[in-house]
């Protein structure tokens, strides 16, 4: 990789209102596995854009796709607002901002893997045997955690001091998992990009 494209993926880009049709995505490995197979053509380990059997890295199939869409960023920017004005006593409402996180659960469970179950042609059981979509289902329930255990602190249902150790011990957890996530895709730079991509953000965990 160069420098130049490393500071292209880096580079702030204002996030999208509109999600990607599913039939834009990109298509399952498995089914690019086959029709490269049926045409006797051998799908390289890596390749760029426009190259021999190889799917266009489109705006809506870039491993990108979904933290630039408006829904994650918005729900973040909400949940921040929310979370300060917890604080003043006129907006003690506020208080339930954790459970925000629930739509960005249901986000990521369904636009992070399009190509399997409930929208893609592979089925539930079959979708858990790659690393990378158990780890983004696994990191669904830690968001879900992230909803539950804090809502409960902050509107003082939930009194054990442990409790409150929770968020900031699934970050912990979350960072971890993003440090050992890898996106086992066809095109080995995208997939080390996106690896990049995954580092500061764990750091910050």
């Known amino acids: 990789m160069s420098l ?24 399952a490995s498995k089914e690019m596995e086959r029709k490269a197979k049926l045409a006797g053509v051998k799908v390289p ?4 854009p426009g190259e021999s059997f190889s799917h266009p890295d489109t705006r809506a199939t870039s491993p990108g796709r979904n933290t630039t869409t408006a829904g994650p960023a918005l729900l973040s920017f909400s949940w921040g607002l929310l979370a300060l004005l917890s604080h003043n006593k006129y907006f003690s409402w506020a208080k339930i901002w954790p459970l925000m996180f629930l739509g960005l659960a249901v986000f990521l469970f369904l636009r992070a893997d399009p190509e399997n179950w409930p929208l893609g042609p592979n089925g539930f059981w079959a ?36 409790a409150a150790l929770v968020f ?38």
């Open 168 to 205: 900031p011990g699934v970050c912990a957890i979350g960072g971890i998992v993003l440090l050992t996530h890898m996106h086992a895709v066809t095109n080995i730079k995208q997939e080390m990009l996106v690896e990049l991509s995954h580092t500061p953000l764990a750091i910050f965990a």
């Open 45 to 48: 380990a890596a390749f760029m």
């Open 4 to 27: 130049h494209e490393i500071a292209v993926r880096y580079a702030p880009r204002m996030p999208r209102f509109t999600s990607p049709p599913l039939g834009d995505l990109s298509p």
């Open 127 to 162: 979708s858990f045997r790659e690393a990378d979509v158990l780890q983004h289902r696994a990191a669904v329930l830690l968001i879900i955690v992230f909803a539950l255990f804090p809502v409960g602190v902050e509107t003082n249902r939930v009194k054990s001091h442990a």
